[in-house]
């Protein structure tokens, strides 16, 4: 089995900051990528940023310049700056992973794994 556990949400005011982690934890023989998506109430799911294991990043044009991804490999953690925070990004914040695990003697990649998702309210 396959966990991921996010932490970090909340309430904060507009212009402030919070930071998500999400730890991987299970049967994991390695990471190709983890990222994080949004969704907000009446919306799509949206893809907010994304990194690779070899620390490579892709973000959301509505989020570029105010989050930043990171991620340590040795801890399977990934983890979301966010700064300048507007209302605009209210949503529940979903970690995703992209990963292989060694099931039986053979390699099993998917790209399914999802957390349970963590709130983050910004008041104006």
């Known amino acids: 089995q396959v966990q991921l556990v996010e932490s970090g949400g909340g309430l904060v005011q507009a212009g402030g900051s919070l930071r998500l982690s999400c730890a991987a934890s299970g049967s994991i023989f390695s990471i190709h990528a983890m990222a994080w998506y949004r969704q907000a109430p009446g919306k799509q799911r949206e893809l907010v940023a994304t990194?690779?294991?070899?620390?490579?990043?892709n973000y959301a044009d509505s989020v570029k310049g105010r989050f930043t991804i990171s991620r340590d490999n040795a801890k399977n953690t990934v983890h979301l700056q966010m700064n300048s925070l507007k209302p605009e990004d209210t949503a529940v914040y979903c970690c995703?992973?992209?990963?292989?695990?060694?099931?039986?003697?053979?390699?099993?990649?998917?790209?399914?794994?999802w957390g349970q998702g963590t709130q983050v309210t910004v008041s104006s």
């Open positions: 990194v690779t294991s070899g620390g490579n990043t």
């Open positions: 995703n992973a992209d990963l292989t695990r060694l099931i039986g003697g053979v390699l099993r990649r998917r790209s399914d794994y």
